[in-house]
């Protein structure tokens, strides 16, 4: 058999190796809705704050977080214009018209210390001339069970 002989056309040539040029983009996964009624909810716990966020220190001792602290039960694919209506609904001054929400994730680093990470900013009242992050959800946004939320009330 190895004497037969290849009829026809040439096989192509090998393609070349090495990048020649920009990797091909990839598609952000797109992300599965929960089915809100088959999906338990998760606790998450929120931080409130006038002027400014938290800082790292106030997490250090679990158990003494800051007082200013409401329980949310929420899931994954809520987004930052959700929980800033939550928000608004116990905290009056987030209702002010000039009120912005600053949202941060609060979470322990590899050493176990406590960071504060700014994550996304919503206005009180938003419209089409002042876009926001108020459409990014949590799961958008990297958060993990487990993870508090900080959010700083900020006036202009």
Request: proline fraction near 12%; hydrophobic fraction near 35%; glycine fraction near 6%.
């Amino acid at each position: 058999m190895a004497d037969v002989q290849r009829r026809g056309r040439p096989l192509p040539p090998p393609p070349p190796r090495g990048p020649l040029g920009p990797p091909p983009a990839r598609l952000a996964p797109r992300l599965q809705p929960v089915d809100r009624e088959k999906t338990c909810p998760l606790l998450l716990r929120v931080f409130t704050k006038i002027g400014g966020h938290h800082s790292d220190n106030e997490f250090a001792v679990r158990g003494k977080e800051p007082k200013d602290e409401v329980q949310i039960y929420t899931w994954m694919d809520a987004t930052l214009r959700e929980l800033t209506d939550l928000v608004k609904e116990v905290a009056p001054e987030a209702r002010r018209r000039d009120a912005t929400l600053s949202f941060a994730f609060v979470y322990p680093d590899k050493r176990g210390q406590f960071v504060v990470r700014e994550v996304g900013r919503t206005f009180s009242y938003p419209n089409m001339r002042r876009p926001d992050s108020g459409s990014k959800t949590l799961s958008e946004l990297k958060f993990q069970i487990g993870d508090y939320l900080d959010v700083a009330i900020l006036f202009q």
